[in-house]
Every structure is written in C-alpha cells, then in structure tokens.
C-alpha cells in the first residue's frame, strides 16, 4: 500500500509547505506531488492527473483540506468513484474523513455539497461587487486589445477586413466586429 498526497494552491506566490508538513505529520512515507493551478475544475490539473493514474488497488490518496482537491460535487465524487473503481481511497486530514470506511463516504459528500455551495456564494459576491463598481464608475472591464479607430480609419482608406486584420495581426472576425 502506497500513500500518495496532493498539495495545490491557486498562485504563484502561494506555497504548499504548510499542507506538505501536516501530512508528512500524519504519513511520514508519503509520495507527495504538488501544483500551482485553480481548484475550480480538476481539469488542467496534470499532477493530480498523474497521481491518478499511478494509484492502484490497497492505495490511498491523501489531501490537507477538502478543497484543495475539489470544489465542486461533481469534480469530487468522480476523483471518489475513479478512486474506488482501483481499490484505492480517499483521506481529508482536516476533517479526519477516510472513504474506506460507509462513515468517511457519507460525510465526505455532505462536505462536497458545502464547498460548492460555498463557491456559489463566492462567485455571486464577486458578480455582486463588479456590479457596484460598474454602477459607481470605478469598473470599466478589460481595456481594448484592438485600436476600433484604427480599424476605422483603415477601412474608410480603401482597405478590406482581411487585409486589414493581416495589417494589425488581427483576426477577421475582430475587424467584422468593430465595423459593425
């Protein structure tokens, strides 16, 4: 039996030093893999990709906090199916939770339901504060990647979309875009 630990924060200037500490506590031996990349979707995660094709029957899978492996139901309870589906299992250490046991499985998806839940809520906050910004005038969006005028004056000046978007190095669609 292996155990195999996952550490991930969403920055770079984040580090995983203390998630690796608290389970080289619990699993001294661990095999612990880390990345930088966002928990919202298990997509684009290629180390926990790895993990999850090096894991095989009796072993188990090991993360610091519910979060730092998924944030969604769905994403959670596929990495729990796939998990089992090897014989392997899964432990939260935070929450003290083991998928091994009918206990550990239950709780496990009470907590995935809160952290979605939980992602919910913080995604409507953050629609909610661009909508006051926007209402205020402090939020204007991403600035212009493509000069409109330029595309203007160069069409008035004779010239076609593409020969145009080749021009700027824009995409045609960009300049049908901007003339309409």
């Avoid at 998924?70 to 990495?79: I, K, P, S, V």
């Avoid at 014989?87 to 935070?94: K, T």
Wanted: glycine content about 8%.
């Amino acid at each position: 039996m292996t155990t195999f630990a996952y550490c991930r924060v969403s920055t770079l200037d984040q580090s995983t030093h203390m998630q690796e500490e608290a389970i080289l506590n619990a699993y001294p031996d661990a095999v612990i893999r880390a990345e930088k990349a966002s928990g919202t979707s298990t997509s684009g995660r290629p180390v926990l990709e790895l993990l999850m094709d090096m894991i095989s029957n009796g072993d188990k899978l090991v993360v610091w906090k519910l979060d730092r492996l998924a944030r969604n139901m769905a994403d959670l309870m596929q990495l729990v199916q796939d998990l089992e589906a090897k014989g392997a299992a899964l432990e939260i250490l935070d929450q003290r939770i083991d998928t091994s046991t009918a206990s550990g499985k239950a709780f496990l998806q009470m907590l995935g339901v809160f952290a979605e839940f939980e992602t919910n809520l913080r995604k409507e906050r953050q629609l909610a504060g661009i909508e006051r910004a926007k209402a205020e005038g402090r939020y204007k969006g991403r600035q212009a990647a493509i000069d409109a005028d330029k595309v203007k004056e160069l069409k008035a000046s004779g010239l076609g979309a593409t020969e145009i978007a080749k021009k700027l190095g824009i995409g045609r669609a960009s300049v049908y875009r901007l003339l309409k």
